[in-house]
């Protein structure tokens, strides 16, 4: 149990449209990054921010966006959704600091039909 | 750019036997680099963290190590058994709280 709750665990989704996966981390992870992982591939970095201000991006059209919030929630929303964005989206969360690992809920499987 | 390469993609082994995953990156000028483990549709859960100054680092069964200077971590499997099977991922952050770079993955199949 990381302590990292993803929600809905699956979506199904037509392109075009626009979608909101959430994530709740623990108490005092002021950090949580977010990150695609397609089939039978590496994650691959799409956001992190750090207390509600975005502080890196990967290489991610501006229509994926992101938000956290003050109770250690955050959302990724992606707009104009296009059939390569189906994957697995997952959020990771960490205190922070030097060598802190990295907490990741189970994901959250995004079809685009 | 980063790059971190993993070999082999997928390895089938009977019980017992004790293996080697394989990673490569490509800037040695790194943070720490971390393993992971992934089952199907799972999250990734974390099994071995090395920091950049450590050669190596052992959990149970598990034993990981680090060589910067040449771009590659190793991470070993003694006495496999069949709940190893999953997908290994190796990660490396080059600063501080940045983001990781992963590779695609080892998938373990460990036959009773």
């Known amino acids: 149990e990381t302590g990292v709750t993803q929600s809905p665990t699956h979506l199904i989704k037509t392109r075009g449209q626009q979608v909101t996966l959430r994530c709740s981390s623990q108490?005092?992870?002021?950090?949580v990054s977010w990150y695609q992982q397609a089939l039978g591939q590496g994650p691959q970095f799409i956001f992190q921010?750090?207390?509600?201000?975005?502080?890196g991006r990967g290489n991610f059209p501006p229509r994926f966006s992101g938000l956290q919030f003050p109770n250690y929630s955050s959302e990724l929303n992606v707009n104009a959704l296009e059939l390569d964005d189906s994957a697995l989206y997952l959020c990771?969360?960490?205190?922070?600091?030097?060598?802190?690992?990295?907490?990741f809920g189970n994901g959250t499987r995004l079809t685009v039909t | 750019k980063q790059e971190v390469t993993q070999i082999p993609a997928a390895l089938s082994v009977p019980e017992g036997e004790n293996l080697v995953l394989n990673c490569s990156f490509t800037?040695?000028?790194?943070?720490?680099l971390q393993w992971f483990r992934q089952d199907p549709g799972k999250g990734l859960t974390s099994l071995l963290l090395?920091?950049?100054?450590?050669r190596e680092q052992t959990s149970g069964r598990l034993n990981a190590s680090l060589d910067k200077s040449s771009g590659r971590s190793t991470l070993y499997i003694a006495a496999s058994q069949p709940g190893d099977s999953a997908t290994y991922l190796c990660?490396?952050?080059?600063?501080?709280?940045?983001?990781?770079?992963f590779g695609e993955g080892t998938q373990l199949t460990v036959n009773p």
């Open positions: 990660a490396v952050e080059e600063t501080s709280g940045s983001r990781l770079t």
């Open positions: 090395i920091q950049s100054s450590q």
């Open positions: 800037d040695s000028a790194i943070y720490n």
């Open positions: 921010y750090y207390r509600e201000e975005e502080n």
């Open positions: 990771a969360s960490t205190l922070g600091g030097p060598n802190s690992p990295l907490h």
């Open positions: 108490s005092g992870h002021n950090t």
